[in-house]
């Protein structure tokens, strides 16, 4: 599995039925009702297994979707500072790097739950994946603030929640399926989740704060 980092092919490998189920993942997760594990296969050169692509699993991380969101972002971005009259290069420039900031502080914080109760790796490309997928929210929110300003806060924090929804049912998967980790930390796993889970309101909010 560990050959994805040098293959980012993978994670590129979707389509729009693809696409569609994991959008609905991602909004709604805990509508779910399929499993959550990751589907496998046989390699037929070397009979070792690995994962299926996004293309045959909506569980697998995939990067298409955090960077078509991740853009979305930036123009919607773009947009409401043009509305509030506070565009200009230098300031979608210092967007650009606070989402970065965020995006890399979802990894981090990803990859301190995986070292802190894992007894493995994750390929790196899968974290990134996984900590993208707040862009999708985070879209929705800001979209919701130009068209209907006055629901904005309640979509936010409904869209905080399914992103720490889906990122608690994500990392479980991973601890338990992936990376065997052992019970005897069950404890400590429940609240180090629930850690990932509360962080995810500060991020998107400051993520959406943009322009004011």
């Known amino acids: 599995i560990g050959r994805y980092l040098s293959n980012p092919r993978y994670y590129f490998q979707v389509n729009d039925e693809y696409v569609k189920n994991k959008l609905k993942l991602i909004l ?47 123009v919607l971005s773009g947009f409401t500072l043009g509305i509030n009259g506070k565009f200009s290069p230098e300031a979608m420039g210092s967007q650009f790097w606070n989402s970065i900031f965020c995006w890399l502080s979802e990894i981090l914080l990803l990859e301190a739950t995986i070292h802190a109760l894992g007894d493995g790796d994750l390929p790196l490309l899968d974290v990134v994946a996984y900590g993208g997928y707040a862009f999708v929210t985070v879209s929705i929110a800001m979209a919701t603030r130009i068209v209907w300003g006055s629901s904005f806060f309640a979509v936010a924090l409904w869209e905080c929640f399914c992103t720490g929804v889906l990122l608690v049912k994500i990392m479980k998967r991973v601890l338990i399926a992936e990376m065997r980790s052992c019970d005897k930390h069950s404890s400590r796993r429940h609240y180090i989740l629930l850690l990932v889970a509360i962080a995810q309101f500060p991020l998107l909010f400051w993520l959406s704060s943009v322009g004011v």
């Open 28 to 74: 709604f997760p805990f509508l779910y009702k399929g499993n959550w594990f990751r589907a496998c296969e046989k390699n037929v050169a070397n009979g070792e297994f690995c994962y299926e692509p996004p293309i045959y699993d909506v569980n697998a991380p995939d990067l298409y979707i955090p960077f078509m969101a991740f853009g979305t972002y930036l």
